[in-house]
């Protein structure tokens, strides 16, 4: 086997190289590989939610046109980074998304971009050695490392080298199959990669031709028209490929101000400051005293090695040919314009290079420096490896004025510390305390011993061929720790992958029908689970009126920014509802101030005109129901007795049509963003369909051009391997075909679960009739925490809905359940995931499961308030103010008479930040089983507290978990007793001796009253 492996790698070396940086992406990102840290910022705010909702649409039969939750909607596939990557479709029909999916992509494309590197190295070195040498100094650089955060910076910097580097390998060869590949990347990078890095690297392409044009304007007129005839079918490919984009923009135009261009004021945002520079030699500074650096923690690193940067200056001393002179000058020009408005460089681009004023962050010019310089320093280390011995003395010249550097970089860092104001024993070196020398003094130091280990080897070598052997184990070295000192600022946080995902499973399947409670009330601090704070209505299906990204309609900034009460107003109704009160726009825009109602809906004066004198009227028995939801189509039952406006809380927008039974009607637009039509009398079905023919054409021709493109560059590798060695050619048909089988088998596997949710559903849905036929009504009650109330409307036993989105979703259903008066709760749960305090609530009143069966992820539970919970209890604590007991905060004088769940209670006073609680011990350990830690009490409180119920895990007197239950997520009522609870199932076994520690934290130090704190494990 091992034999076979060697061979294997010896015949196909280009896959042993793909797998050497494939490790070193593993060892050098370990904390990202082995999912100990996560991933942060941009890639769980932005990407995870945007690729997530991509990945569900699909499963869902939807293309990714509407992105329902966000904005109040807004079209996702205009936002030229969230729709129409392939890799959505992928991983989207596929596995689907979640953040661990990240951490897999991360790795795959820091890889990918040093076997890129590689590649484009070969072109100028022709040793492969010295080219994997350079690869590796690419992928490990500051620039990855300070994006870690953005997958769309990432794949911008995947992606240019390789394009070059076909590119090149096009012109030099004249082979028709690398202009295809090259035709193909360019297209992956305009879907994927943030849109300045393709404008950039289009722009070096076009620096190339011109280069190359020149002596090709000297040869026959045969050679310059095949060379104008690939160039032009180059550019036919591109277009075609894009055409879902390109015919996406003369919409989204009139939509969007952000398409006009940015003010240069804008555009200069984020620079890689001159003083920047400094990561080129003590990257680890970078991360602190952003005032210095005068850019983001994550624009400032431009590392590329400082043994690459000593190469790079030694390279002068070689001739360069044409092609070297023009990358170096790229270079230079991309380096002085990263630095934005410190020299007029980016200005004179902005001005007159089309494209360039479109995006912020001039540091992204910065990539282009660290390629073009890398791959002049990989001139140098050949000049060096052919000749060593005739350029000695300068290279040993250069070597130890850098060695000097470091150390004088080092003394005058220590100069500069002031230790008699530093707390050495709290200063952790890679949390950021160290401070700003600090970090320059321990980087310089690290980097002037790598130098000198490096300059004695370099001096005893015994071999030629160990010399680049030697280079690369210290350029590795060198860079590794670099990425180490920075990861944890710019790329991973503390949070726990796998915890992070067992969250992320809680979430919804599918589109369910959206809730009647008032939009307003959809707020992301309502849905929040650490890490996953922002955009995180798309993951619990609710219409949100917040949410991030870079395409926010102009209608829905104007209302927002400048109608502020009139939004407050509208957004108490829920997402579909009927009104009567139609005003003029006029009328808005003349009045300064006005007193809004819920159901004003302001309209164009020419509707308007057209609606007054239809007798619209309001009556207490009209109703709208959402019969189903998808992100591309509403469909609604409505009965009103009279005419009126059926307004639908969901951003007008081209291609939006609308049917009433089955009938094209006109719509209209209201309240200055929301899409509203004319109800006629009587019982009506109404549909909203989004048919945007232009944009499904393109997305037509764009993926067949990207499919075909794929089978020609698959079929013409085949047979120009085929040709010289057949054995080859099939390995490498049978690989793509498997991965072909292997796409289509996991897409029909996710097409049966959504299929199976479904049936699953059906097989409920009778399960709940037989119950309903069976059950004295008398005697029981059903919750039903399910997709669509309207599929369950013949249910006839006492009923409520319950759609559990929310922490006052669950305080709701716990007050529910402690009124009920019947003996036995059916509880019904369809296919949405159940929080784990459900359960605890229910067992409170109806501690006895007398029958479960399930279907898939939906299952009916049959509860009795006689007989005992059967579940073993293996810890069980509370705290009633009715006794008194050993508390952490023991004091009988703030122990108040107020009525009280229990009659008595705590009262913190404004001065207490500390409240009452208790510490337990776990007496054995739980090696084999699944603990479940259930935490609650009853609280009453105001809108101005802020105060956590907190739950501490000690271990060996350390900290090893904290959580909090925030008390205004809970609150539907102030001054009425609230639930609070925190319900979780630990990451890790609970051990012996380790601590259970439970209080509540008066944060905002306010008066307020808590009661029965309990806890119990289980």
């Known amino acids: 086997m091992r034999n076979r492996l060697k061979t294997l790698l010896t015949n196909y070396p280009d896959t042993k190289t793909y797998l050497l940086f494939l490790l070193i992406s593993i060892v050098a990102y370990w904390q990202i590989a082995f999912l100990q840290n996560s991933v942060k910022w941009d890639m769980l705010d932005c990407f995870l939610p945007w690729r997530y909702f991509v990945g569900e649409s699909l499963q869902n039969g939807n293309l990714p046109f509407w992105n329902p939750y966000q904005h109040l909607g807004y079209p996702i596939h205009a936002d030229l980074r969230s729709a129409w990557y392939p890799e959505m479709f992928i991983i989207g029909l596929t596995s689907g998304y979640s953040n661990i999916t990240f951490h897999f992509l991360f790795i795959f494309y820091l890889s990918l971009a040093g076997f890129g590197m590689f590649k484009l190295s070969l072109h100028f070195v022709d040793n492969r050695k010295i080219a994997f040498i350079t690869g590796m100094a690419y992928m490990l650089s500051g620039f990855f490392v300070g994006h870690g955060q953005d997958i769309g910076y990432l794949i911008g910097a995947v992606f240019p080298p390789w394009v070059i580097a076909l590119y090149l390998a096009y012109l030099k060869h004249s082979n028709f199959i690398n202009l295809l590949k090259t035709s193909l990347l360019v297209l992956l990078m305009i879907f994927g990669a943030y849109p300045s890095f393709t404008i950039f690297t289009v722009y070096f392409l076009l620096a190339i031709f011109v280069l190359h044009l020149f002596p090709i304007l000297k040869s026959k007129r045969k050679a310059i028209i095949k060379y104008f005839s690939c160039h032009l079918l180059f550019l036919i490919i591109i277009i075609a490929g894009s055409s879902v984009l390109i015919l996406t923009l003369p919409q989204v135009i009139p939509w969007v101000s952000r398409m006009g261009g940015l003010p240069y004021d804008m555009a200069v ?233 067992n969250e992320f499973k809680l979430h919804p399947k599918g589109f369910p029908v959206p809730s009647n409670k008032p939009v307003i009330l959809n707020t992301e601090l309502a849905s929040k689970q650490m890490p996953l704070w922002r955009n995180v209505n798309i993951y619990s299906k609710r219409i949100g009126i917040e949410g991030f990204n870079s395409f926010v309609l102009n209608n829905y900034e104007f209302l927002f920014d400048s109608l502020p009460d009139l939004k407050n107003a509208i957004l108490q109704n829920p997402v579909a509802y009927l009104s009567d009160n139609i005003l003029p726009l006029s009328e808005l825009k003349a009045k300064k101030e006005y007193s809004f109602e819920r159901n004003d809906i302001f309209v164009d004066d020419s509707i308007y005109n057209r609606l007054k004198n239809l007798g619209l009227h309001n009556s207490p028995n009209d109703t709208v129901s959402i019969t189903s939801f998808e992100p591309n189509e509403v469909r609604m039952e409505v009965y009103s007795e009279l005419p009126q406006v059926l307004s639908l809380l969901q951003s007008d927008y081209i291609g939006w049509d609308a049917y009433i039974d089955n009938r094209k009607v006109p719509h209209f637009r209201s309240n200055i963003l929301f899409r509203s039509l004319l109800i006629p009398q009587g019982k009506h079905s109404v549909t909203y369909k989004y048919n945007n023919n232009i944009l499904r054409y393109g997305f037509i021709l764009s993926y067949s051009v990207l499919v075909l493109l794929s089978l020609l560059i698959v ?184 009525a009280s769940p229990s009659g008595k209670c705590f009262k913190f006073s404004n001065d207490r930040e500390w409240g009452p609680g208790f510490e337990t011990i776990i007496n054995r350990n739980f090696d084999s089983q699944t603990i479940k830690i259930s935490l609650s009490c009853d609280a009453m409180f105001n809108d101005n507290v802020v105060a956590f119920l907190v739950l501490e895990i000690l271990r060996d007197k350390q900290q090893i978990s904290w959580d909090k239950a925030e008390f205004q997520n809970y609150a539907n009522n102030v001054e009425e007793w609230q639930k609070i609870f925190l319900c979780k199932i630990p990451a890790f076994k609970l051990k012996e001796n380790d601590v259970l520690k439970v209080y509540v934290w008066n944060v905002s130090k306010s008066e307020f009253c808590i009661d029965n704190l309990k806890l119990k494990v289980n």
Request: net charge positive; proline share 3%.
């Open 715 to 898: 079929i013409l590798h085949f047979m120009r391997v085929y040709k010289t060695d057949r054995k080859k050619a099939f390995v490498f048909i049978i690989t793509v075909g498997v991965l072909i089988i292997v796409f289509g088998i996991l897409v029909i596997k996710k097409q049966l679960e959504v299929k199976n949710r479904l049936v699953d559903k059906q097989a409920m849905l009778g399960e709940i009739e037989n119950l309903n036929n069976s059950i004295n009504p008398d005697s029981a009650f059903i919750c039903l925490n399910i997709m669509n109330p309207v599929e369950w409307q013949d249910v006839s036993l006492n009923h409520s809905f319950f759609r559990f989105n929310d922490e006052k979703d669950i305080a709701q259903f716990a007050k529910t359940i402690d009124t009920l008066k019947a003996s036995t709760l059916i509880y019904a749960n369809e296919i949405i995931p159940e929080p784990l305090a459900v359960e605890e609530f229910i067992r409170v009143k109806y501690p006895n499961l007398k029958y479960r069966k399930d279907w898939g992820n939906t299952n009916c539970r049959i509860y009795s308030n006689k007989g005992k919970d059967s579940r073993q209890v293996i810890l069980q604590q509370e705290l009633n103010f009715d006794k008194t007991g050993n508390y952490l905060l023991p004091d009988s004088s703030i122990i108040s008479a107020l």
């Open 269 to 501: 945002y984020n620079p890689f400051t001159p003083q920047s520079l400094l990561s080129w030699f003590v990257p680890f500074a970078n991360i602190s005293n952003n005032q210095f650096f005068n850019t983001d923690v994550s624009m400032n690193n431009a590392y590329w090695g400082l043994l690459m940067l000593i190469f790079f200056i030694f390279s002068f001393y070689k001739k360069k040919s044409k092609l070297e002179w023009l990358f170096l000058s790229i270079g230079t020009i991309a380096l002085f314009a990263s630095f934005g408005n410190y020299t007029p460089i980016h200005k004179i681009l902005y001005s007159f290079v089309p494209g360039i004023d479109r995006f912020r962050m001039p540091s992204f010019f910065s990539l282009f420096t660290i390629i073009t310089f890398l791959l002049i320093a990989a001139s140098g280390i050949k000049v060096i490896y052919n000749s060593y011995s005739q350029y000695k003395k300068q290279f040993s010249r250069i070597f130890l004025f850098f060695i000097a550097l470091m150390f004088g970089v080092f003394i005058y860092a220590v100069a500069k510390i002031n230790f008699s104001e530093s707390n050495i024993e709290n200063v952790s070196i890679l949390d950021g305390s160290s401070g700003f020398y600090a970090h320059i003094a321990i980087h310089s130091f690290i980097q002037f011993v790598i130098l000198l280990a490096a300059n004695i080897w370099l001096k005893n070598f015994s071999r030629k061929n160990n010399l680049l052997k030697g280079i690369a184990v210290f350029v590795f070295v060198e860079m590794l720790i670099a990425v180490q000192l920075n990861i944890y600022h710019t790329a991973v946080n503390s949070f726990d992958p796998i915890t992070c995902r």
